[in-house]
């Protein structure tokens, strides 16, 4: 006989990762929105040291980041979760919010990992469509927030469809949010973002106690593969219920470390960002001269409706191209699995990855 599972494990969607592993070292990686940079040489030297150590367990309070993180953002440590990954924080905040008869609100699309929170707690899911524009719909999702709504989730900028929301949208959304419900600002991308200082709405955690600003080392510090992301938060409260439902040793050594070390080297961060935004001109060149229009990308990626032919079914040619980047070694990924057949979300590249895109794409479509 079979084991027999939970319910939440039958409910809880497979995450849709990449095919990205084990592949020869040429391969375009352009499908999981992580930096084409490798870590920093101080970052690695940092991680490097602290490996002798590693026969103790790491700090359990990961006081030296969120000191780091507290200082960098004039933010309290006690309001600072930390995460194995932001992901991890994500989860906790669905289980430590959600349970059956409780509402979730989000847009859709967005990140794949939101639906997996109501399905592992049982509370109901209430997703948003995007307007026309791809943008949150703020209007439409506060529509959605009732008595039972413990947990509303806005991605700025939004995965997978690159588009950022102004703050000040946002500020007057959370005004209209009743204080009982938590709202979680999935800023995973907001260092990409050249509408907005990115330390602008550190500003809103003042005015707002339910308020969690969620960020992550992954993306433009290019450490995805350690796994740390962090929590900044407008009570103390959020941060404790987090802690409580997870593992006590979330965050291991060299992750905080390498974290520390980051918070070291703004200005070689802040060219990182520059370099992604010449690939964001170079990409949407390239794209308008395959006349694709890509979204108003605010992040490290793009996002397009592909001109599939008239009648052609959207899906279909999208596996067409996405199968057909795959045997020129260029990986992207599909709108099908993000929730829009016939679109593709491509990673920014180095500038050469870039043009081998943008030349495989031509192919394609010739
Ligand atoms: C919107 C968004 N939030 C959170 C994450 C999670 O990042 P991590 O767990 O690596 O910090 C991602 C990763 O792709 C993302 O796109």
């Known amino acids: 006989m079979a084991i027999e599972f939970s319910a939440a494990v039958r409910r809880i969607p497979v995450y849709p990762a ?9 391969v ?17 030297a940092a991680v490097q040291a602290i490996l002798t150590g ?3 367990y790491p ?11 507290s200082d960098r953002y004039t933010v309290p440590a006690s309001r600072i979760a930390i995460g194995n990954g932001s992901c991890d924080i994500l989860l906790a905040a669905g289980e430590a919010l959600l ?4 509402e979730l609100v989000y847009a859709w699309p967005s990140f794949s990992v939101y639906p997996h929170l109501a399905a592992a ?17 703020l209007d439409a999702m506060l529509a959605e927030v009732t008595v039972a709504t413990r947990l509303v989730i806005v ?15 946002i500020a007057g959304f959370l005004a209209e949010v009743p204080r009982h419900v938590c709202v979680i600002l999935d800023e995973a991308y907001c260092e990409y973002n050249t509408l907005e200082d990115p330390d602008a709405s550190i500003d809103l955690l003042k005015r707002h106690p339910n308020l969690v600003l969620l960020r992550t080392f992954s993306k433009v510090y290019g450490l995805c593969g350690l796994r740390v992301g962090y929590a900044l938060c407008g009570s103390d409260a959020f941060v404790t219920a987090v802690n409580q439902v997870r593992q006590p040793f979330f965050c291991n050594a060299a992750a905080q470390a390498a974290a520390v070390e980051s918070l070291k080297h703004g200005d070689a961060v802040q060219a990182r960002v520059e370099r992604a935004i010449m690939a964001r001109i170079d990409l949407e060149d390239g794209l308008g ?10 992040a490290n990626f793009a996002w397009f409706d592909l001109p599939a032919p008239d009648g052609e079914d959207l899906a279909a040619f999208e596996a067409t191209v996405t199968q057909g980047l795959g045997d020129r070694g260029i990986l992207v990924r599909s709108g099908t699995a993000l929730g829009r057949p016939g679109a593709l979300r491509v990673t920014y590249g180095t500038p050469e990855q870039n043009r081998r895109f943008l030349a495989g794409l031509r192919e394609l479509l010739a």
Request: aromatic share 2%.
């Open 18 to 26: 990449a095919a990205a592993y084990a592949l020869p070292e040429d």
């Open 28 to 44: 375009a990686l352009m499908a999981s929105n992580e930096s084409p940079e490798p870590p920093l040489e101080p970052v690695v």
């Open 54 to 56: 590693v026969n103790r």
């Open 59 to 69: 700090d359990p309070t990961n006081a030296k980041l969120r000191g780091a993180l």
């Open 99 to 102: 349970e059956p008869g409780a």
């Open 121 to 137: 707690t049982g509370a109901t899911d209430i997703r948003v469509p995007l307007n026309d524009a791809q943008e949150h719909d």
């Open 155 to 169: 991605c700025n900028p939004n995965n997978p469809t690159s588009t950022a929301i102004p703050l000040d949208a």
């Open 289 to 298: 001269e395959l006349g694709i229009r890509p979204a108003q990308s605010q």
